[in-house]
């Protein structure tokens, strides 16, 4: 049965970072539910391959190469997407990028590509798409936050810190504009086995630590985060602004310790 409680069909949806990973899952959920989505990443080659594949519902999948830490390729982005598609019903903040080291092993150089990457970049892809929702008096945003602003993992600082910064955005914007008609709402995941963490989930202890620490005692799987985004983008949100829904397997609603019960 469908339901237009949760219809995003026909809707301009533009997400950044979304070439593969959590944003490729997302931008493939928004296409099978007939959204004319956007995506964005730094690699033409590998947007190519990505908008070809997901390209499954009614609306081709389309894309643009846009560094989100290079305010003029937003620039671009923006006047690019209003051009071809007239406005952005949903914009989705995926993009980001981390290293792990010691905090005082970053150099402030690595501290910068972290910051404009994953909030200075974020910010302004918001606040550009954000004025012309502003205009229309309609809109949407969803920043993908992190488990890390619940407890900052060890290290991941300047990551950690990105993120906490993502999360006070989506409340302040949410409080601007919401008299505009312009929602803005954040998604935490926890742990889910990307291509980027492979390597780290390879490893047998720390697939142990996650399935002893999350309630749900696994890792997510990244289809799993479609539904919150659908929700927050669909009917069904439309009276949630300012809040950040996590997608963790309950590994934010309290601490494990090792107590036989």
């Not at 997400?15 to 007939?34: N, P, T, V």
């Amino acid at each position: 049965m469908r339901d237009e409680l949760f219809s995003v069909e026909d809707q301009i949806v533009l997400l950044s970072g979304a070439s593969r990973g959590i944003g490729r899952a997302l931008a493939e959920g928004f296409a099978q539910r007939q959204a004319q989505v956007i995506i964005t990443g730094r690699q033409a080659e590998t947007l190519t391959q990505t908008a070809e594949e997901i390209s499954i519902g009614k609306h081709p999948v389309a894309f643009r190469v846009c560094d989100v830490s290079e305010s003029d390729q937003i620039d671009a982005l923006f006047d690019s997407v209003i051009d071809e598609f007239d406005h952005v019903d949903t914009l989705l903040n995926v993009a980001g990028l981390n290293t792990r080291r010691k905090v005082e092993d970053y150099t402030l150089e690595e501290y910068d590509w972290i910051m404009d990457a994953n909030l200075r970049g974020a910010f302004a892809l918001a606040q550009k798409f954000g004025r012309h929702m502003i205009s229309r008096q309609s809109g949407n945003i969803i920043n993908i936050d992190s488990l890390n602003t619940y407890a900052p993992l060890v290290g991941v600082g300047p990551y950690a810190m990105s993120k906490a910064g993502m999360q006070m955005m989506t409340r302040a914007l949410a409080s601007e504009w919401g008299k505009h008609d312009v929602r803005v709402n954040g998604i935490a995941p926890g742990f889910f086995p990307t291509a980027l963490a492979a390597k780290l989930w390879a490893q047998e202890k720390m697939l142990k630590w996650v399935e002893d620490q999350t309630p749900l005692g696994r890792l997510g799987n990244v289809e799993e985060l479609v539904g919150a985004a659908i929700f927050l983008a669909s009917p069904a949100g439309g009276f949630v602004t300012g809040h950040t829904l996590r997608v963790d397997g309950g590994m934010s609603a309290g601490i494990n310790w090792p107590v036989e019960l």
